[in-house]
């Protein structure tokens, strides 16, 4: 029994670069980016919404409180993603 490790990419790791080629191909065919939980600060995810936004995509945030990136959202919605995500799903609903 040995152990067994998730698919994610703990703090201090590099993303693979098969996933951040993925995630800027992703963003290129989007209308709107979502940028969820996060302090706006660790590369190269934080490159991610400019990346949008040099694409003319609409970047909305949501977090607890402003970051670096506010800068570059079309809309920012404070508050934590586990209250509004909720609300906006009922919305959409």
Same mark, same amino acid.
């Given at each position: 029994?040995? &152990?067994?490790?998730?698919?994610?990419?703990?703090?201090?790791?590099?993303?693979?670069?098969?996933?951040?080629?993925?995630? $800027?191909?992703?963003?290129?065919g989007?209308?709107?980016?979502?940028? @969820?939980?996060?302090?706006?600060?660790?590369?190269?995810?934080?490159?991610? #919404? @400019? $990346?949008? !936004?040099?694409?003319? !995509?609409?970047?909305?945030i949501?977090? #607890?409180?402003?970051? #670096?990136l506010?800068?570059?959202?079309?809309?920012?919605?404070?508050?934590?993603?586990?209250?509004? &995500?909720?609300q906006i799903? !009922?919305?959409?609903?």
């Open positions: 029994g040995g &152990l067994m490790r998730p698919d994610v990419v703990w703090f201090g790791e590099p993303v693979p670069e098969d996933v951040l080629r993925e995630a $800027f191909t992703f963003i290129s989007c209308d709107l980016l979502l940028v @969820i939980g996060t302090s706006g600060v660790v590369q190269p995810a934080a490159s991610i #919404p @400019i $990346f949008g !936004k040099n694409r003319n !995509k609409t970047v909305a949501i977090n #607890p409180e402003p970051t #670096p506010s800068v570059w959202a079309d809309y920012e919605i404070t508050g934590r993603a586990a209250d509004v &995500l909720p799903v !009922k919305e959409v609903e």
